[in-house]
C-alpha cells in the first residue's frame, strides 16, 4: 500500500491525539514502512516472548518487555518534494564533562585491580526543541539512516522513544540465526578504508568472543564466525564481525537466546554480571530503555518453495515460519513536548583515556541530534 508523507503524518498524530499506543518503523535498508497500534491504551507485557508482535525492552532483564500484539501494517510512503521542518531551534542544556570523566576513571581503576575486563558507560544530553513533531523526526531518521534500524515507538502509560539503530541483537528466520559484535567508534571522514587503534581491536574481539561463548551452549547445526569489517552508521565508523547459524529450535528457543545475549558485551561489559553490576552503582541515571532491545517477535512469513503453475492444488497453501527480527537500542531519544533526552555511552576498558571517552559521547550525541 502506498501513502503520502502527509497520509503519514496525520495517520500518527491521530494515534497520538487517541492516546493509543503504538510502533512505527523501518528495518535496515528496506523501504516499507510498518506500523502496529492497539485499540486501546491498555499496558501488556510478555515474559516467554511466545506471542506475536512487537517487544520494547529496558536494559534490566528482570524488568519485564513491552508488548504491542498483532502484526503491523506495511506501507511504502511515496516522496515528497517538500519535506516537513523538523524543527526550529534545539538547545543543549550545559553538562558538567567532570562528571563522565570521573566515572570513566572510577571503571579504569576498577579494571585494573579486579576481574571487570569492560564496562559501558553511558550518559543522558538534554535538549530543548520547541515545536517539533515526533513524526517529522521520525522522517528524518529514515531519510539519514538508511542502514539502521529506525523507529517511533509510543505508549500515553510509558512515554515516546524513537531512534535509529545499528546493531541487531539477533534475527531469527524459521532455524537461521543472525547476530552480530559491534564495537568501537569513529568519525566517518568519507571512505570505510581506516585503521583500528589497538584499544578499539580488543575492544571488538572481546565483544565477538563472548557472543561466542554465550552461544556455544545451544544446539547449532551449523556456525559461523565471519570476518570483521568497518560499518558506517551514519557519520560515525564501527567495527563489525556478523556471526550466523542454523539452529535445532525448542519451544523457549528465543527467550533462552536473547537471555543469553542481552545485555551483549557492547552495552554491558564483561563480565557481564560485573560489569552490571557497576553500572547499576555508579551511573548516575536509570537507563530505562536505553541499551535495551525491540523489534517484532514471531511474525508469520511465506518459507514455501516455488511450485509449478500446473501443480494448482498447492498453490492454495503456503508454508508458513516465525521470524524475529531484534534491534539493541542505541542512538535513541526520549521524546516529551518542547524537549527530548539523548542517551549515548562508550566501552571502558584498562586502556581508555577518559577524556576522550568524554569526546566520544558528544559524538554520538551530535550524530542524533543532526536530524533536529
Known amino acids: 500500500m502506498n501513502m ?13 491525539a487517541q492516546h493509543l499506543p503504538f510502533v512505527v518503523y523501518r528495518k535496515p535498508e528496506a523501504t516499507e514502512v510498518s506500523l502496529l497500534f492497539q485499540e486501546d491504551d491498555s499496558l501488556l507485557f510478555t515474559e516467554d516472548f511466545q506471542e506475536r508482535g512487537f517487544v520494547f525492552a529496558p536494559f534490566d532483564w528482570d524488568k519485564k518487555a513491552i508488548l504491542l500484539s498483532g502484526s503491523p501494517e506495511v506501507f511504502t510512503l511515496e516522496a515528497q518534494s517538500d519535506e516537513m521542518p523538523v524543527t526550529s531551534t534545539v538547545t543543549w542544556q550545559t553538562e558538567n564533562p567532570q562528571v563522565h570523566i570521573d566515572l570513566v576513571n572510577r571503571a579504569v581503576a576498577q579494571i585494573q585491580k579486579a576481574d571487570l575486563q569492560k564496562v559501558v558507560l553511558s550518559r543522558k544530553q538534554n535538549i530543548s526543541i520547541p515545536q517539533t513533531s515526533p513524526v517529522g523526526l521520525f522522517l528524518a531518521l529514515n531519510k539519514k539512516y538508511t542502514t539502521a534500524f529506525t523507529y ?24 537461521s540465526l543472525e547476530t552480530m559484535a559491534l564495537a568501537g567508534t569513529q568519525s566517518f571522514e568519507g571512505t570505510l578504508d581506516v585503521n583500528w587503534g589497538k584499544k578499539e581491536q580488543e575492544e571488538q574481539q572481546l565483544v565477538t568472543d563472548e557472543i561466542v561463548n554465550k552461544l556455544k551452549p545451544f544446539d547449532f547445526k551449523s556456525f559461523k ?18 556471526i550466523s547459524g542454523g539452529l535445532n529450535l525448542e519451544k523457549d528457543t528465543l527467550k533462552a537466546l536473547l537471555s543469553a545475549l542481552h545485555p551483549t558485551p557492547a552495552v554491558c561489559g564483561l563480565p557481564r554480571d ?3 553490576s557497576f553500572i547499576e552503582t555508579e551511573e548516575p541515571y536509570d537507563r530505562e530503555f536505553y541499551t535495551g532491545f525491540l523489534g517484532e517477535i514471531n511474525m508469520l512469513t511465506d518459507a514455501s518453495k516455488a511450485r509449478s503453475r500446473r501443480n494448482v492444488e498447492n498453490l492454495a497453501y503456503k508454508t508458513l515460519k516465525a521470524t524475529s527480527s531484534l534491534y539493541v537500542n542505541l542512538r535513541c531519544m526520549q521524546f516529551k513536548p ?35
Do not use: M
Request: hydrophobic share 40%.
Open 4 to 16: 503520502t508523507q502527509k497520509e503519514f503524518i496525520a495517520k500518527i498524530e491521530d494515534l497520538y
Open 152 to 175: 517511533l515507538w509510543h505508549h500515553p502509560k510509558v512515554g515516546t522513544w524513537l531512534g535509529a539503530t545499528p546493531e541487531t541483537l539477533l534475527a531469527l528466520n524459521g532455524r
Open 225 to 242: 564466525v565471519h570476518d570483521r569489517e568497518t560499518y558506517k552508521a551514519g557519520n560515525l565508523l564501527h567495527l563489525r564481525t556478523k
Open 274 to 276: 560485573l560489569a552490571k
Open 338 to 372: 518542547n524537549r527530548a533526552t539523548l542517551y549515548v555511552g562508550g566501552g571502558i576498558t584498562e586502556a581508555s583515556n577518559a577524556e576522550a571517552e568524554w569526546e566520544e559521547t558528544v559524538n554520538k550525541a551530535q550524530t542524533i541530534a543532526s536530524i533536529l
